[in-house]
């Protein structure tokens, strides 16, 4: 089952964090590129909160 984002800020933001798994995954591989994957991860991360928090929102919230 896909997930529908409420808005186009939620699609963006899923996308983002899509975008961030993948580049994880392909770094996984490299020897080397733990600090860029914690980086990425704390990245990741404040998406998931910029995520939760849009989720919280009313549907016809002004903000």
Do not use: T
Request: proline fraction near 6%; glycine fraction near 4%.
């Amino acid at each position: 089952m896909s997930y529908e984002p409420g808005s186009l800020e939620c699609r963006l933001l899923i996308d983002a964090k899509h975008h961030l798994e993948h580049a994880l995954a392909s770094l996984s591989s490299l020897p080397q590129s733990d600090h860029i994957q914690r980086q990425l991860k704390a990245v990741h991360q404040q998406l998931e909160g910029m995520h939760d928090l849009k989720r919280k929102q009313p549907l016809h919230s002004p903000v």
